[in-house]
């Protein structure tokens, strides 16, 4: 009975020891995970801090982390200096209306790859691809002298135009529409159904976290779009907001609380629909094997 009783303690001594490295294993990952969140926040958090702070009072010494006295002086100076509420409308407008341009040519053009069959189809879908390797740098001559043919300079058009397609849209899409089981639509197509019958009701009603992960990604980036509006509009009334902050900045190199304050509003609505989304982005990075 001695040798039973101290075979069971020889075996749960590792049995303990295991549980123990599992334990600290797991706090050290979310340690990790913590100070990098921490890192990240925090240049958000002085973004923030920074805006509430009284003009002048931004770079005293020893520097002030927590405002003093908290005040709006600086939201209130960038809207009375520049047509901030005009910019505003203009990124909400363009944004908008590309971003369901792009979800419309995407989930199109996705649909055409991942579930019709005709001749070139993967060749195609591979060049298609490959214009991602190519720099907004390289584009950006060519694109500026077409908008300058189509008369669409300091047009909405012209901001708008470059951003209703996405080969980036169109992988994400076409990774979704590829794990939809063929049996649904085998079974659309004994019913009658065409192939935008079981596009509308088969294949998007399935792919809708994929739908919300490539409208968050595009909403990102022509929200935050600086080169292209610079380039294509020279009238404030038509500037975005990133294009608008810059001009702030040249403006006021010294006013960094007004400079602070217009990154608050330009972020704020970027945040704001993430978290509407974040769960449908989640699943739809998930779901469509995105790393």
Do not use: C
């Not at 101290?6 to 334990?23: E, F, I, M, W």
């Not at 995407?106 to 591979?126: E, N």
């Not at 740098?137 to 669409?152: A, D, S």
């Not at 899409?173 to 659309?188: S, T």
């Amino acid at each position: 009975m001695s040798v039973s009783v101290a075979g069971r303690v020889a075996s749960a001594a590792p049995a303990a020891s295991l549980r123990r490295g599992a334990r600290l294993g797991r706090v050290l990952r979310y340690s990790v995970l913590v100070l990098s969140g921490a890192f990240m926040v925090i240049p958000f958090l002085w973004m923030v801090t920074t805006s509430l702070k009284a003009p002048g009072s931004v770079l005293t010494i020893p520097p002030e982390i927590l405002p003093s006295r908290i005040t709006l002086e600086s939201y209130q100076r960038v809207i009375e200096t520049v047509p901030l509420l005009r910019m505003l409308g203009n990124s909400m407008l363009v944004t908008t209306l590309a971003v369901m341009a792009q979800i419309i040519t995407s989930t199109l053009s996705a649909y055409a790859f991942a579930r019709m069959r005709w001749r070139g189809r993967d060749t195609l879908f591979l060049l298609y691809l490959g214009t991602l390797m190519v720099p907004q740098q390289v584009t950006i001559t060519p694109l500026f002298i077409l908008m300058q043919r189509l008369e669409w300079v300091d047009t909405y058009q012209g901001l708008i135009a470059p951003g209703i397609v996405s080969a980036f849209g169109t992988f994400l899409l076409r990774q979704a529409m590829l794990d939809v089981p063929r049996e649904y639509e085998e079974a659309a197509l004994l019913d009658g159904g065409s192939h935008w019958t079981i596009f509308r009701h088969v294949v998007l009603p399935l792919v809708g976290p994929a739908l919300a992960t490539l409208a968050v990604f595009a909403m990102m980036g022509i929200w935050n779009s600086f080169l292209w509006p610079l380039f294509v509009t020279r009238d404030e009334r038509l500037m975005t907001l990133p294009v608008g902050l810059a001009l702030l900045q040249g403006r006021y190199t010294t006013e960094w609380s007004m400079v602070m304050a217009g990154a608050v509003i330009t972020v704020t609505p970027i945040i704001a629909i993430y978290l509407m989304a974040q769960r449908a982005f989640v699943r739809g990075v998930a779901l469509t094997g995105l790393k």
